[in-house]
Nanobody
Framework: QLQLVESGGGLVQAGASLRLSCTAS????????IGWFRQAPGKEREGVGC????????RYANSVQGRFVISRDNAKNTATLQMNSLKREDTAVYHC??????????????????WGQGTEVAVSS
């Protein structure tokens, strides 16, 4: 059973960078595509981006394209969300999620069946 734990959240000023990590425990981590999602207060959870099981494919939401980068290290069972040029509207609880996937990845919430508890990111102006 794969379990996910996010870390790295915090309070930063607009324009700053922050790096979130998603650490997995369990078997066959490299069978799983990883997605990053966020949920702002009063809003629905939305996809930020995703990475395929071997890291060859990444996808990003339009709102973060060019600012956020997703990577993974299968030897360490970790995935990383590097967030640059942060904006106030990036404030949210960020979650990583996983699903077994032989090819590609998805940014749709409904595609994932394993979720971490989330880490909070707050961006001040």
């Amino acid at each position: 059973q794969l379990q996910l734990v996010e870390s790295g959240g915090g309070l930063v000023q607009a324009g700053a960078s922050l790096r979130l990590s998603c650490t997995a425990s369990g078997l066959s981590y490299d069978d799983y595509a990883i997605g990053w999602f966020r949920q702002a207060p009063g809003k629905e959870r939305e996809g930020v981006g995703c990475i395929s099981r071997r890291g060859g494919i990444t996808r990003y939401a339009n709102s973060v394209q060019g600012r956020f980068v997703i990577s993974r290290d299968n030897a360490k069972n970790t995935a990383t969300l590097q967030m640059n040029s942060l904006k106030r509207e990036d404030t949210a609880v960020y979650h990583c999620a996983a699903v077994v996937s032989l090819t590609g990845c998805s940014t749709a919430v409904r595609s994932y069946n394993k979720w971490g508890q989330g880490t909070e990111v707050a961006v001040s102006s």
